[in-house]
């Protein structure tokens, strides 16, 4: 998908690495990457992750690692009126590398040659969250410690990889704009019928045009990404609300309750049934 270039490098120039904490009301969507690594630990929140052309529900204690040139934002649920926060440090491959040829480190090598797709570590230990949150109180080499020691552990810790393996950043500014434009819209618009016509009209291109710009920008068809929006927006409810099942499936846009039951089956290999007694089996991870 065609995303914003963020330039970091000013900062980089100063520092070895940069921390930033963020509170906020909302993530809001920003569909964006750059040429550093990134560690991002959700503070508070709920919402929806997007990492290439990996799309899930994020909660409290989420833990990415994103490589360099991989588009993602995270996107709050403003229904829940829940404040966001989240830690997010960066670094480059400039300041990492001259570790990475040590011995010491190969494990650390092969978590960040994988990070080209993100990495999600699932209920990561209080250790690394007390860590990443009070990094930015450290100075000096004690600061760069913290952070090796933050590394350390998530080379010892089970991983998630995000985005596929056929996934293939673009990197060019010249559609960011229009991609966006449409990302957000499907958004908004998830409980209507969003059709192809009103999404190719938004960036004034023809259906046929803007198939193949779409796949071409996200990997992925038109109908099969606004699906797995659909049902990831099906899931957080499944999980957090009392609706019925064919009230969630007409809420999220699906024309029918056999349409959303056979694709829900088809991307989640469960149920909406299914997912709603697992998710409440086991609330602090629904998958």
Known sequence: MKAILEDLSADNQINSFIINQYTTTNFEYRWHYHPEFELTL???????????????????????????????????????????????????????????????????????EMSGQGLYFPNPPLEVISKMETINQ?????????????????????YEVLASPFFQPIKNEENELRINTVCQ??????????????????????????CK???????????????????????????????????IGFQTGFESITYFNRVFLRKKKRTPNEFRKMSRNNPDRSV
């Open 42 to 112: 959700i503070e508070s929140g709920i919402g929806d992750r997007f990492i290439g052309d990996s799309f899930e529900s994020f909660q409290k204690g989420d833990l990415v690692l994103i490589g360099p040139d991989l588009p993602h934002t995270w996107m709050s649920d403003k229904e829940k009126n829940v404040i966001s926060a989240a830690v997010v440090i960066q670094f480059t491959n400039h300041f990492i590398e001259r570790f990475l040829v040590l011995n010491e480190f190969s494990k650390l090598k092969k978590i960040l």
């Open 185 to 210: 819209y499907m958004l908004k618009n998830l409980s209507t019928d969003i059709s192809l016509k009103n999404v190719a009209e938004l960036i004034h291109l023809s259906e046929s045009a803007f």
């Open 138 to 158: 450290k100075e000096g080499i004690t600061r760069i410690n913290v952070l090796l020691e933050i590394f350390e552990i998530l080379t010892e810790l089970p």
């Open 213 to 247: 710009f779409f796949k071409k920008m996200t990997g992925k068809t038109y109908s099969d990404y606004l699906n797995e929006i659909r049902i990831g927006k099906a899931c957080s409810l499944l999980t957090a609300s009392d609706k019925t099942i064919a009230e």
